[in-house]
């Protein structure tokens, strides 16, 4: 598996090179440089890339969803960061509204400003378009929630912990949507599962 994942690297990044010889103004060389800078962390640079494929191309799926995804990820993007890329996963939406990426992108950026009745759409669209989606069925069942609908939240926490069954938060979640739709024997297994979880998470020491 070791040379397996290397030779498939070199393949890529000979694959890389060519492109970059012999269409260095295509979409795909300036996507693979713009990839390659984001994860060497040169996130200007990448920034650059991915705002000329949005102007180069911009009905073109997938470029306003990078541009935002790394508005997100990078550390120094300034206070309106997030604003900024929630119109770029927006227009991602206009040009495919099957992006489920998008749609639970936005809903989490939604539900953590605590607007879980604007979160929910994008969280359930996430969840029907990719049915595997478990971080989108975490976001869902949490937003149901804080929404006091407890029993509609159980089935979404339950399709999250059959894929998560590791991620403590899960079980936090079901064991409170359980609790408050009076089901108290299955919530505190759930508890229970949670403290173990939690217990076992490794904590940083303070210096």
């Known amino acids: 598996m070791f040379v397996i994942v290397h030779a498939y690297s070199d393949l890529s990044t000979r694959t890389a090179q060519d492109l970059g010889r012999t269409a260095p103004q295509s979409l795909a060389a300036h996507k693979l440089n713009a990839e390659a800078l984001e994860m060497q962390g040169k996130w200007e640079a990448a920034q650059h890339e991915y705002e000329w494929m949005v102007q180069k191309e911009p009905n073109a799926r997938g470029n306003h969803f990078l541009l935002g995804r790394l508005l997100l990820s990078r550390p120094d993007a300034g206070p309106d960061a997030a604003e900024h890329a929630k119109q770029e996963f ?82 936090h979640a079901l064991g409170t949507a359980l609790q408050r739709s009076g089901h108290n024997d299955e919530a505190q297994k759930e508890f229970a599962i949670h403290e173990t979880l939690r217990s076992a998470t490794p904590t940083e020491k303070p210096e």
């Open 90 to 171: 927006q227009k991602e939406l206009e040009i495919d509204p099957s992006n489920a990426g998008a749609h639970y992108i936005l809903g989490e950026l939604a539900r953590r400003d605590n607007k879980c009745e604007e979160a929910l759409p994008n969280l359930t669209q996430a969840t029907n378009l990719d049915p595997n989606f478990a971080e989108a069925y975490l976001g869902r069942g949490i937003c149901l929630v804080s929404l006091k609908k407890y029993e509609d939240a159980i089935a979404p926490l339950r399709s999250a912990e059959r894929m998560m069954p590791q991620n403590p938060e899960v079980h």
